[in-house]
């Protein structure tokens, strides 16, 4: 008797991921309003949702040896999310100070397990490489940003404007959430090879193996 296929798979958490991260760059992309508030609250609810889906991914998806990188991840984006998700602390640097951070962390940790998954032979692990790279990429340009830059500028029949680093740190996120959905889209949606098997897909085949009755693996050979 063949074992049931898994409720849920890496792809799918992959596909999740991205379907969060377009809502993401679409509600800053259309929002006319790239204030601190606005962000911090696009912010929150993204990797809150980001988070969640990490944590099924740790429970249905990876053996107990292989969690540790989800849990990390989903660790640190409630513990952001829950501060971005405060009204009284919306501010600009607050805005800076936990993005940069969130960024900074969750990239480094996400290059780290793709590294380690690579040379354990995980075909995903350059999707987990790029993602990592991401977020250190927008951790580095928001420390770049000054929070209290503001540049005066002007278009010719339209009035007079300020672009202030907020709008630029705003701009960034909904970059990296509109950048980050369309990798991971490809990468979700993208055939797995027939002679790539990820760790994962080892573990349950092992344990399904392992639960057959005598008769079922003797019928195997």
């Known amino acids: 008797m063949s074992a049931p296929a898994r409720a849920f798979t890496v792809r799918q958490v992959q596909l999740l991921r991205a379907l969060f991260a377009a809502a993401a760059a679409l509600m800053i992309t259309f929002s006319p309003d790239h204030s601190a508030a606005v962000g911090l609250s696009v912010f929150s609810g ?34 952001a999310g829950m501060a971005a998700g405060i009204p009284a602390w919306r501010t600009d640097d607050v805005y800076f100070g936990v993005v940069t951070a969130w960024a900074l962390t969750t990239g480094v940790a996400e290059l ?66 509109a950048i980050l959905a369309v990798f991971l889209g490809i990468a979700g949606l993208t055939p797995k090879r027939a002679d790539a098997v990820t760790p994962a897909d080892d573990a349950a085949q092992t344990t399904d193996h392992d639960s057959a009755t005598p008769a079922e693996r003797g019928g195997e050979r």
Do not use: H, K, N, S
């Open 46 to 79: 993204f990797v809150l949702a980001t988070a969640l889906v990490l944590v099924l991914a740790a429970w249905l998806v990876l053996p107990a040896g292989q969690r540790w990188p989800c849990v990390v991840l989903a660790a640190l984006g409630f513990v």
């Open 112 to 177: 780290i397990a793709g590294l380690r998954a690579r040379r354990a032979g995980d075909q995903t692990a350059r999707d987990a490489i790029a993602v990592g790279g991401f977020g250190i990429l927008l951790g580095i340009l928001l420390l770049v940003i000054p929070a209290g830059f503001a540049q005066p500028y002007a278009i010719e029949g339209a009035g007079d404007f300020v672009l202030t680093g907020i709008i630029l740190g705003v701009g960034m996120l909904g970059g990296y959430a």
